[in-house]
């Protein structure tokens, strides 16, 4: 079964610095999504993406944070200067249609741990 | 503000009994909702979807009932086995915006 692809498993970074987090949707999906997980709370929408720009952000994704879908297999996640409050786990996702039809098939996360 | 609540952090049942997992929702009117199981260290897994329109939906072991009066949905699985132990999350959202929203979810621990 296709399978929504996320690396790195595991980025650790200095605070300041800049990340890219790289998710490979599955390949006939249309809408794409970044949603995060601070440990031991829930999943936060971040973004989704549809028809190449941002179709709906939530208030957790500020000036600091970019989306991108570079070359139609990609999308990616940069997050400008990283906060110790960053640290996460971030899920990619994608869905064939809108979620009010599609389920979200989720990647297995990047962890980011900001120091 | 919208609020989604999963009622309770945690829930022990035996194995063989039914669970039952509860999601409320304020201040909100979603066109659909969703139900995933999430496993430590993985990314949630779709289970059922419902829509504002339907009442009940089921799936082999499974069935989510929702009650937009109530703004409330049940979440079941019968027969429950240990394999089902798992954190199980609600997400609502609503007609043409692609921003479904998470409940805290309930952490289902089924004993032998």
């Known amino acids: 079964e296709p399978e929504v692809t996320q690396t790195p498993s595991h980025q650790v970074t200095q605070m300041g610095q800049e990340v890219i987090l790289r998710c490979v949707p599955i390949s006939n999906h249309l809408y794409f999504y970044w949603y995060r997980q601070i440990l031991g709370q829930k999943v936060e929408f971040l973004v989704s993406?549809?028809?190449?720009?941002?179709?709906?952000k939530s208030e957790i994704f500020d000036d600091q944070f970019s989306v991108e879908r570079p070359d139609g297999s990609n999308f990616t996640l940069k997050i400008r200067s990283t906060k110790l409050e960053d640290s996460a786990m971030y899920f990619c996702?994608?869905?064939?249609?809108?979620?009010?039809?599609?389920?979200?098939?989720f990647g297995n996360g990047t962890r980011l741990t900001v120091t | 503000s919208q609020k989604i609540e999963q009622n309770s952090e945690a829930l022990n049942i035996q194995e063989g009994k039914t669970a039952t997992l509860t999601c409320n929702y304020t201040?909100?009117?979603?066109?659909?909702l969703q139900w995933y199981r999430q496993d430590p260290g993985r990314g949630p897994v779709f289970l059922l979807l419902i829509r504002e329109n339907e009442k009940e939906k089921r799936k082999e072991r499974l069935k989510v009932t929702f009650d937009t009066t109530l703004k409330q949905s049940l979440f079941h699985i019968t027969a429950s086995q240990p394999a089902d132990s798992a954190t199980y999350l609600c997400a609502l959202g609503g007609y043409n915006n692609n921003d479904m929203r998470f409940g805290a979810g309930t952490r289902l621990t089924v004993k032998p």
């Open positions: 996702a994608s869905t064939e249609g809108g979620p009010e039809n599609s389920p979200l098939h």
């Open positions: 993406f549809y028809n190449n720009e941002i179709s709906e």
């Open positions: 201040n909100y009117s979603p066109a659909y």
